[in-house]
């Protein structure tokens, strides 16, 4: 066997790409329009810098009120694909509901190894929090949310030594949102994916939130969609129980009528179930 039950790269792969009759030009023309109509019409400071390299940029949406709560997304593309700006669409109802937005850009894979991708979304949340009083933000209420590979992301800043690496508090996250998220990197070596990722199997291990003890104490709220391949649900439930083992708040669900892409909704629909999440752990 490759993974647990798997023999094949093709049962992997059937897993494991969920682009699969989807039309991936009509998805991205989708968000990118809907990206482009929120920075037109909601206030952005756009491409800040959190780091050196042209990578590490940031998108922010500033809420009306003064200090109030941040919250930072980490975008999908399995860590080797898409940007920020695809993105901008998941701030709308956020910045409605009081909420100051950050979408993340950060380089992918294969131009970096995976231990940079991770690095720049570490460096991203330290720097948003270094700087949280110049850009007028709630440093005690930020929280952190993303899609597939962006899920695993927020696993990671879970899982993260704040303090031991970057001086800062280990309770700077007061909550995560992971959708659809991969905490298990070990079917991916073996799938279709590996050309760009180049996965070695010290990084399989050190950036697997399943085999991470968690260093941030906030609650977690895990999802993904019912009509997605059952290896999502199934990462799911193992790292909630990681979590919980820990001694980890954490609520974990699926969508019913959801599949991978159509989850990211819940982002967009007034008084959508990710608006009404991200504001309890905001407060």
């Known amino acids: 066997m490759l993974y647990r039950d798997f023999a094949t790269q093709e049962q992997i792969d059937a897993q494991y790409d969920p682009m699969r009759g989807r039309d991936r030009a009509a998805l991205l023309a989708d968000w990118q329009t809907r990206?482009?109509?929120?920075?037109?019409?909601?206030?952005?400071?756009?491409?800040?810098?959190?780091?050196?390299?042209?990578?590490?940029?940031?998108?922010?949406?500033?809420?009306?009120?003064?200090?109030a709560p941040l919250h930072v997304f980490f975008h999908g593309g399995y860590w080797r694909?898409?940007?920020?700006?695809?993105?901008?669409?998941?701030?709308?109802?956020?910045?409605?509901?009081?909420?100051?937005?950050?979408?993340v850009n950060y380089a992918l894979c294969p131009s970096v190894p995976f231990s940079e991708l991770v690095r720049q979304c570490q460096a991203?949340?330290?720097?948003l929090h270094r700087h949280a009083g110049e850009l007028g933000v709630d440093v005690k209420r930020i929280t952190v949310s993303g899609h597939s590979a962006g899920g695993h992301l927020c696993g990671m800043l879970m899982a993260?030594?704040?303090?031991?690496?970057?001086?800062?508090?280990?309770?700077?996250?007061?909550?995560a949102l992971a959708?659809?998220?991969?905490f298990d990197l070990r079917p991916f070596p073996y799938s279709w994916l590996q050309p760009s990722l180049q996965l070695t199997w010290r990084e399989v291990m050190d950036y697997?939130?399943?085999?991470?003890?968690?260093?941030?104490?906030?609650?977690?709220?895990?999802?993904?969609?019912?009509k997605e391949p059952a290896e999502f649900a199934r990462q799911m439930n193992a790292y909630?129980?990681?979590?919980?083992?820990?001694?980890?708040?954490?609520?974990?669900?699926?969508?019913?009528?959801?599949?991978?892409?159509?989850?990211?909704?819940?982002?967009?629909?007034?008084?959508?179930?990710?608006?009404?999440?991200?504001?309890?752990?905001?407060?």
């Open 35 to 67: 990206s482009a109509a929120t920075r037109s019409h909601l206030s952005v400071r756009e491409d800040l810098a959190y780091g050196p390299s042209l990578a590490e940029r940031l998108d922010l949406f500033p809420a009306q009120q003064a200090n």
């Open 160 to 175: 993260t030594d704040w303090e031991g690496v970057f001086g800062l508090p280990n309770d700077l996250i007061k909550g």
């Open 240 to 283: 909630a129980e990681h979590l919980r083992d820990q001694g980890i708040e954490v609520h974990a669900d699926l969508k019913a009528g959801d599949d991978h892409f159509s989850i990211l909704e819940h982002y967009v629909r007034p008084g959508g179930d990710f608006i009404t999440a991200i504001e309890r752990l905001s407060h």
């Open 208 to 226: 697997s939130p399943l085999f991470l003890p968690p260093k941030v104490e906030a609650p977690v709220i895990l999802t993904a969609g019912g």
């Open 179 to 182: 959708i659809s998220g991969l």
């Open 81 to 103: 694909s898409l940007s920020h700006k695809e993105f901008s669409f998941v701030a709308e109802r956020l910045v409605e509901a009081g909420i100051n937005v950050a979408v």
């Open 124 to 127: 991203s949340l330290a720097w």
